[in-house]
């Protein structure tokens, strides 16, 4: 590479920077203010790019980035003040979620306003040509980029120091329950601090615009560009994020140039890493206080009562006989309800008892299920071998993986478990060699002896279920108590000779191995795989399947299984805007039943008492 | 001014107020007493609504307060100075006086960021200064300061003398009387009765999250024997 073409690259790079930094801002704002992290902020990037695109033949291309901006804008405080001012006090999972259901809502809104196909925008009136910079060409719109980043995070910065808005706005980032005391409008402050960080994701979307064409995948590529940004940068650090969101473009533009571009995103994740190892709250993020205390009373997990267990084997004994009536789609329902089971239980035992809310659950599926076909397919290995090995691939992503996800907690665990499963989603995606790319591997079939439904439902029963009981076993054991423990009192635990950090590795290993038990289980049931096996959208799945069984429930995330794989399944076949649809009853179920399903028995039991 | 009727409030399962009633006169200082745990922190962030309470009535100037959020409580005339005193460390002085500030109240001193540094001149002196880099006695000064820019009708001072100099408590004693004299309704809870003694008229004291003894602090000074019940570690 001459030096002129590393000049232009790394010209590029800071063009790249400007969009990645407004989107990151935003949601470090909000966060900061809201404590929610707003999962919906690349939908919101998406429908900055779809409105200008659309507003650009009415007003032309320049008044169209301001007015997709504010529209957006708009749209956030709709969503501030209907949606999340109900959620400030609901835990932060069900706050994520609900911010997921978003962009199911959106993703499925663009869908029907936009159609599926690529939007491309309209090139800026005025900076659709080339500067030569050094004897080379540069696209002049790119130069006008590269201001736009410094010149917001100056607005920005005068924005939060020499106004009162901001001075507000900075007192509620550090503690919002004092600012309140001090007579501070919380409700205005709350709907004008999202609304700011919508415009800013709405302008970061327009602003791509001649740059890349508005297309529907942006939302979760966005967002989980704009956790790493935040997660490098540190998280409420707005000159963090800026550096950061260079990095990473410069990162990229470099990769892309030197011809590595599918090596993109594991630099990327090798930058992450190195920068938590070092720095594991992020460039210039400060240490969250330990939480002192009980900071929610959770009750006691309770071990199933004989009753349960009897209930339970019934149910076995019925599902072990359902084969000799039926061997139809009921089969196969059943027995994508019992792989999901597993999935969730597994995820159940790291987000509930272990605390670790993992966003990125399906990539340890996913490696399950890809190891199985792999070794099937590329290796000519025997089913029963694939089967067996499979999740030990799973457990070893997860073993490496979890070495960096517990050193952190909460809120930057889920966005770098996320991140992680965005990582993994993309090497399956890209691999064409051995992944088969984005058609993924078909013809995984399992042994002759198992070839029937009914034979393989049997093995899948007994599988999950010995499966899971291993794992509800393991939470009744002193690993169990000392991983709540760990969760619920960090330094009471740490003080008494706990070594949290090696137990809830080991507990994110474990739950990766049998998250890939479910996996492999998964793709020779279905006899392919695909990228989507992987995707984000799998890993929320659990968690809405863990949500709505009840978290801090034993046998909750069995029946949320049960009913979110049969709710998709009924949805999907005969509705185009399914997601939609999902999105809406993951709302509705936020807003009522903050407790999960499992809780709904309590409530009803409450009421019939009163 | 105040009124608190059966007030019961608590954290989760463990329930720390268990139902008592409490009136302030307009200008009164009143001191709430009691050994550590005794529920004397709860009882204030409950009445700013802080703490939510679980049952009784919270009435302020003839207006039901108990369900509303700490801001509207706030905007009444309601103000709080936490045990902790919760600077914002990462602002100014100036700054950590402008969050306070609400708008002139009719009836109220209205209090400016000079008014409040004529009051604390230590303030006045660091006004750039970062809230995080203050000692412990300074943070305590700004914390009062910065809830008085809301022109408060009333104010909840939970152990201002807490972890202080002796110097510092008294000047912060000369403070808290000012304020009286200005005509200002206090409610403190102190554990340093010296302190209790030197500024309230009227005591109050709470045992496991009940009201045992209230009268005029003159008659608690008078009575080693109540003191050695309730008080005495």
């Not at chain 1, 997921?100 to 196909?117: K, M, N, S, T």
């Not at chain 1, 969101?245 to 533009?253: D, F, G, N, S």
């Not at chain 1, 995103?265 to 205390?293: D, S, T």
């Not at chain 1, 997860?398 to 909460?410: E, P, Y």
Request: aromatic share 8%.
């Amino acid at each position: 590479m001459s030096a002129t073409s590393i000049l232009l690259q790394f010209l590029n790079g800071l063009a790249g920077a400007s969009a990645l930094f407004l989107v990151a801002a935003g949601l470090s704002l909000i966060f900061g203010v809201t404590r929610i992290v707003n999962f919906a902020h690349g939908s919101l990037v998406m429908l900055g790019m779809y409105l200008a695109v659309a507003l650009s033949e009415v007003v032309g291309f320049w008044w169209a980035l301001p007015c997709a901006a504010l529209a957006v804008a708009g749209l956030g405080a709709l969503i501030e003040s209907v949606l999340l001012r109900r959620l400030y006090r609901a835990p932060e999972l069900l706050q994520l979620l609900a911010t997921f259901a978003l962009v199911l809502i959106i993703r499925d809104y663009a869908l029907w306003q936009w159609g599926p196909e690529d939007l491309l925008g309209p090139r800026a009136p005025g900076m659709a040509g080339a500067v030569t910079i050094i004897g080379q060409p540069f696209p002049a719109y790119d130069l006008f980029l590269i201001a736009v980043g410094p010149a917001v995070l100056g607005a920005l910065w005068l924005l939060l120091t020499r106004t009162r808005w901001g001075t507000l706005v900075r007192a509620a980032t550090q503690d919002r329950e004092m600012a309140s005391a001090l007579g501070v409008n919380q409700r205005l402050q709350f709907t004008s601090v999202f609304a700011l960080g919508a415009l800013l994701a709405g302008l970061g979307g327009a602003l791509q615009l001649p740059r890349e064409p508005a297309t529907l995948k942006v939302d979760l590529a966005v967002v989980s560009d704009a956790f790493v940004v935040v997660v490098v940068g540190g998280l409420g650090s707005l000159p963090g994020a800026f550096v950061a969101a260079l990095l990473i473009a410069e990162v990229k533009a470099f990769c892309i140039a030197l011809g590595y571009s599918k090596l993109t995103l594991v630099v990327e994740f090798l930058i992450m890493a190195l920068v938590l190892v070092l720095r594991p709250w992020g460039l210039m993020g400060r240490m969250p206080a330990p939480a002192r205390g009980p900071a929610a009373l959770e009750p006691p997990l309770a071990a199933p009562s004989p009753r349960v267990l009897a209930g339970l084997c019934t149910l076995l004994a019925a599902l072990a006989l359902v084969p000799l009536a039926t061997t139809g789609f009921t089969l196969v329902l059943l027995t994508d309800m019992l792989v999901f089971a597993l999935f969730a239980v597994s995820l159940h035992f790291i987000s509930g008892p272990a605390g670790l809310h993992s966003f990125g659950h399906a990539a340890y599926f996913g490696l399950g299920a890809y190891g199985a076909g792999i070794l099937a397919l590329r290796i000519g290995a025997p089913m029963e071998l694939s089967l067996a090995t499979a999740p030990l691939l799973a457990g070893g992503g997860a073993l490496l993986f979890g070495w960096f996800c517990v050193r952190l907690s909460g809120i930057y665990l889920a966005m770098l478990t996320l991140a992680f499963a965005q990582i993994a989603w993309s090497v399956a995606f890209q691999w064409d060699a051995v992944t088969g790319g984005s058609n993924g591997l078909i013809g995984i079939w399992p042994a002759p002896w198992l070839a029937s439904k009914a034979a393989y439902f049997w093995l899948v029963l007994a599988l999950a279920c010995a499966a899971i009981a291993l794992l509800w076993r393991a939470l009744h054991s002193p690993f169990g108590y000392a991983l709540r423990a760990a969760r619920d009192s960090p330094l009471r635990a740490d003080a008494i000779g706990i070594d949290a950090r090696a137990l809830q590795w080991a507990a994110f290993t474990v739950a990766g191995l049998f998250a890939g038990i479910a996996g492999a289980l998964h793709a020779f049931s279905k006899g392919s795989i695909s990228p989507e096996s992987m995707a984000v959208a799998r890993s929320v799945d659990g968690l809405v399947m863990v949500l709505l069984g009840g978290i801090q429930t034993l046998t909750g995330p069995l029946w949320g299984a049960a009913l979110f794989t049969w709710l998709q399944d009924a949805l999907a076949r005969g509705f185009d805007y399914w997601r939609a649809a999902i999105g809406c009853v993951i709302l509705a179920l936020v807003l009522a039943l903050p407790g999960g399903l499992g809780s709904l028995g309590g409530l009803l039991k409450r009421q019939g008492r009163a | 001014m105040l009124e608190v009727r059966a007030l019961a409030a608590g954290y989760g399962r463990a329930q720390v107020l268990f139902g008592f009633d409490l009136a302030l006169r307009a200008g009164e200082l009143v001191a709430l007493l009691g050994r550590n745990g005794a529920g004397k922190s709860t009882t204030l962030k409950a009445l700013m609504g802080l703490v939510p309470p679980a049952a009784g009535e919270v009435h302020f100037r003839g207006e039901r307060i108990d369900r509303l959020a700490p801001w509207r409580i706030a905007r009444l005339g309601l103000a709080y100075v936490p045990e902790e005193r919760r600077i914002f460390t990462d602002l100014s002085v100036t700054e950590n006086l402008e969050v306070g500030r609400l708008p002139r109240r009719e009836g109220a001193v209205h209090w400016t960021a000079q008014r409040l540094f004529e009051l604390f001149p230590n303030l006045g002196r660091m006004r750039d200064r970062r809230g995080g880099s203050m000692s412990g006695g300074e943070q305590q000064m700004l914390s009062i300061a910065r809830s008085l820019m809301g022109n408060p009708l009333a104010l909840l001072l939970d152990e201002p003398s807490e972890g202080l100099a002796p110097v510092i408590v008294d000047a912060m004693a000369g403070a808290v009387l000012e304020l009286k004299r200005e005509g200002l309704c206090v409610l403190l809870t102190e554990q340093n009765l010296r302190f209790a003694r030197r500024v309230a008229d009227r005591a109050c004291i709470l045992e496991t999250g009940q009201l045992r003894h209230q009268g005029a602090m003159s008659a608690l000074d008078a009575d080693p024997a109540l003191r050695e019940r309730y008080l005495a570690a």
